[in-house]
């Protein structure tokens, strides 16, 4: 009997892959690492085929983790990053960069190499900017292909296909050419509430040929999250994995979306899944967040609305920050006592991050005391929301001649309080635009720890769940080959019988909540203060 499923991950390092029981309970993990090319320019690029062979020797890892035999595997799913990715007719890979090497034929979702083809797409005004708060992000694919066709433009017309990494994953494991309504939707512009793309954004932007086309490069059939694909596993791919030929195999989602289908379906202490009322918060190098509502609603900044982008038959509006988790490793590498910090740590079998939090943790709710007259607005990659502007950039008040240990979890301590009061930024703007929040589902790495997630709790003012397993997003991506694996079955459905809430972190009262306050009011000040220095010196 068929009764194991496995979901595979693969985020920006590391492609991971989980066994989980009919129930959402999780058996056996493995991961392998993801090589990553940095380039001037902001360029970030990896390779589609390491990414397979990391994703193989995951899922065999994670089997022999979970003793379980190939012949129990119900259904596949995958999430990925939303990174571009381009292949030849015939499936070879052809190189986005100006290295030659047609391996590195993916560009990283955090590559801002487009970001003035983003910037002109933006000036354009089309009324598909409406389903992305407004402004186009560097982040997503259609500024990235116009940078591709004026930059490389041999390689852009020797692609046959240009894939979001999830939906190449789906074909290399089927070899069905479907896309997911959760990427294009999201990434692409595609118009999902229509079921079309629209032919006048492509020819205003300077992509008419992909119309020309009938979008055959980009994806004529596009389906739901978790509908099955093709004839399932086909038998080059299931040979790489280790599983048996036809196992079903599930439509993708991004890897923040698997986040939020993971998380958010669980019944809370009074049995209540409502899902329209629960922020999905995915903590992890970058952070997203995704709320989901019955309406439309359009957030001026903030990307979506998007139509079953995430769960079906709702409408999905999705903030977040470029730089989150690795802002933070970036912030602590500043201070003058990080060489000293890591020796300490590592002497004590640690990393340094968790570490510094060991340092802070004990104090609960009251370290925020610790970055008295320290702020900090993390923006190192830029705001992606609510301002959706890639150009901004950190600040850092309060420093001083500091340069011991000692100080060093004082500035962690800002650094996550800056990560908190960007999402409580965001939580205010959802809600002068209708969409009130009554619950954050964390996940995500840098969201494991009660010490985070209380943080969070009180920086916002908004109460924190957490789901009944540390990989949210792996279960995720198995839900959608539960999904696959059973005809008339919902993501809805599989959400109610996979996924459940365990503990709550409320937030604190009383003169923390006021520090937190006026904190949060430093916060807006220092950010509204970086753009007007920005302004002084645009119009040079």
């Not at 100080?407 to 009061?421: E, N």
């Amino acid at each position: 009997m068929r009764r194991h499923f496995i979901g595979v991950d693969v985020g920006t390092g590391s492609a991971r892959a989980g066994i989980f029981d009919a129930s959402g309970r999780l058996l056996g993990a493995a991961k392998a690492p993801v090589e990553t090319w940095h380039a001037p320019g902001q360029r970030v690029e990896q390779s589609g085929e390491q990414i397979w062979q990391a994703i193989a020797s995951s899922v065999r890892g994670a089997l022999a983790e979970a003793a379980v035999a190939p012949e129990t595997i119900g259904g596949l799913g995958f999430d990925a990053t939303c990174s571009l990715v381009a292949v030849a007719a015939d499936g070879s890979p052809v190189g986005i960069g100006d290295s030659g090497d047609d391996q590195r034929n993916v560009m990283v979702w955090m590559d801002h190499r487009a970001t003035e083809e983003a910037n002109e797409i933006t000036a354009s005004g089309h009324q598909v900017l409406r389903y992305v708060g407004g402004r186009i992000s560097p982040e997503m694919e259609t500024p990235k292909l116009l940078w591709l066709k004026r930059h490389l433009p041999a390689a852009f017309a020797r692609a046959g296909h240009f894939f979001d990494l999830a939906d190449y994953l789906t074909w290399r494991a089927t070899g069905d050419l479907a896309r997911s309504a959760c990427t294009v939707t999201c990434k692409w512009t595609y118009l999902a509430h229509e079921q079309r793309w629209d032919a006048s954004y492509f020819e205003t932007i300077g992509l008419g040929e992909l119309v020309a086309e009938g979008f055959a490069r980009i994806g004529t059939r596009i389906v739901e999250p978790g509908m099955p694909l093709g004839q399932g596993l086909g038998a080059a791919a299931a040979a790489d994995l280790g599983l048996l030929p036809g196992t079903p195999v599930g439509a993708a989602l991004i890897d923040a979306h698997a986040g939020g289908v993971g998380s958010l379906g669980g019944a809370d202490a009074q049995g209540r899944t409502a899902v329209t009322q629960r922020l999905a918060y995915i903590f992890g190098t970058s952070a997203c967040s995704m709320a989901s509502s019955e309406q439309p609603a359009y957030v001026d900044g903030v990307w979506g609305p998007y139509y079953s982008a995430m769960l079906p038959g709702l409408w999905l509006t999705e903030g977040g920050q470029s730089a989150a988790g690795s802002a933070i490793d970036h912030l602590v590498s500043l201070h003058p006592a990080v060489a000293v910090a890591r020796e300490v740590a590592e002497r004590q079998g640690q990393a340094l991050l968790p570490w510094l939090e060991a340092q802070v943790a004990v104090r609960g709710s009251a370290a925020v005391a610790l970055a008295e007259g320290l702020h900090v607005v993390p923006e190192f990659l830029g705001n992606r929301s609510p301002f959706a502007d890639p150009d901004a950039r950190a600040v850092i008040a309060g420093l001083t001649l500091d340069r011991e240990v000692e100080g060093l979890p004082a500035l962690y301590v800002a650094g996550l309080c800056g990560i908190a009061y960007g999402l409580r930024q965001l939580l205010e703007t959802l809600s002068r635009d209708g969409i009130a929040i009554e619950l954050i589902v964390a996940s995500g790495g840098a969201a494991q720890s009660d010490f985070v997630r209380q943080l969070l709790a009180d920086a916002t003012g908004v109460p924190v769940a957490v789901s009944d397993t540390e990989e949210p997003v792996l279960r995720g991506a198995a839900m959608l080959g539960a999904v696959a694996a059973a005809d008339g079955t919902s993501v809805l459905d599989a959400m109610g019988r996979m996924a459940r809430l365990d503990r709550v972190f409320s937030p604190v009262q009383g003169a923390l909540a006021e520090e937190h306050r006026r904190r949060y009011a430093a916060f807006e000040i220092l950010q509204g203060a970086e753009r007007q220095v920005r302004g002084l010196f645009a119009a040079r």
